[in-house]
């Protein structure tokens, strides 16, 4: 393939470009500001995300649309938030062909939209959706890494593993697209539910309880949005559910965390505590609205919108984890 398109320069864009960039010929990193991209070209570095790091020579940053024209496979990889917003300004360039890849681990509130069905709304439903237990920061440096790809459309499944497969980046490609996406949201509800629980400084036994109930309840959700149970045992379910619960990389798991603690947290300055909360208030929707019930949603929805000290919401949870 001649060339394929990245939107959004941050940590998970420019990763897949890294990645990308092993099997293409032109990558076209798309981003916002013009002098981060006049620096990536002259630099071959990202200095906000990898300063570290020497990006291929054929990753060419842009800021203008119109360079994606030519591309066969477009990865979208802006904030959930963003991304009705970037799907609005990509239709003014692009004809129908390409394959969009959604990378955005969220759902749109209060629509309760995955991100593939905003991209339907803009496109068509041939979309490839990718999630898995990948921090990007791993993926950058070419480390060894599996993701799972989804889609309707075999055939674009297909080609967009061959844009990604390298000898240290693997992908499985599943047929179930609904459950991948939620599978990519309620890990994150598990994230920030074990980091409360780390904060709290509760006992090691309770936590790996509460991650065990959350892959169940994860499971149940999955079921009740009409996807696939056997999607929870994949990588994009718990792969992607044990590394975000346990690892302190993981930015969910570190919000939990400041909350079990009562650490007051800025959330005009950290975009992670508005998509979390996004993700939050939809997958408790969802839960009512399919009659699911979450123990471990539940607790996460009373320490973070109904702000309810974590030890009252604990004692809650531990009091509804087993009848």
Not at 241 to 248: A, C, K
Request: hydrophobic share 40%.
């Amino acid at each position: 393939m001649d060339k394929v398109g990245i939107i959004g320069a941050g940590s998970l864009g420019t990763a897949l470009a890294q990645i990308v960039a092993q099997n293409v010929e032109e990558v076209y990193l798309h981003l916002r500001r013009e002098e981060l991209a006049e620096a990536i070209n002259a630099t071959h570095i990202n200095n906000e995300y990898y300063p570290n790091t020497k990006l291929k020579e054929n990753i060419i940053a842009t800021t203008d649309y119109s360079d994606l024209k030519e591309c066969k496979v477009i990865f979208i990889s802006t904030p959930s938030s963003a991304f009705r917003f970037t799907l609005s300004a990509l239709k003014k360039h692009i004809d129908g062909d390409a394959i969009l890849v959604s990378t955005a681990k969220g759902i749109e509130y209060p629509s309760l939209k995955t991100m593939g069905n905003l991209i339907e709304e803009y496109f068509d439903d041939g979309y490839v959706s990718l999630s898995g237990p990948n921090f990007a920061s791993e993926m950058v440096l070419n480390l060894a890494t599996v993701s799972n790809i989804a889609s309707k459309n075999k055939e674009n499944a297909m080609k967009v593993k061959e844009v990604l497969s390298t000898p240290q980046f693997k992908v499985k490609i599943l047929d179930d697209v609904i459950g991948l996406e939620i599978c990519g949201v309620v890990k994150n509800i598990n994230a920030i539910a074990n980091g409360i629980c780390e904060g709290m400084n509760i006992n090691e036994n309770a936590r790996y309880a509460v991650l065990t109930k959350g892959f169940e309840e994860t499971r149940k959700i999955i079921e009740s949005v009409g996807g696939d149970s056997s999607t929870v045992g994949e990588y994009c379910g718990f792969g992607d559910l044990v590394l975000t619960s346990t690892s302190s990389e993981s930015r969910n798991h570190t919000l939990g965390m400041l909350y079990g603690q009562r650490i007051i947290v800025d959330e005009k300055a950290s975009g992670i505590v508005f998509e979390g909360k996004n993700s939050i208030m939809a997958i408790k929707d969802i839960c009512e609205k399919t009659n699911t019930e979450s123990v471990i949603v539940d607790f996460v929805y009373d320490v973070i919108i109904k702000q309810i000290p974590p030890k009252i919401a604990f004692k809650k949870l531990w009091e509804n984890i087993e009848d």
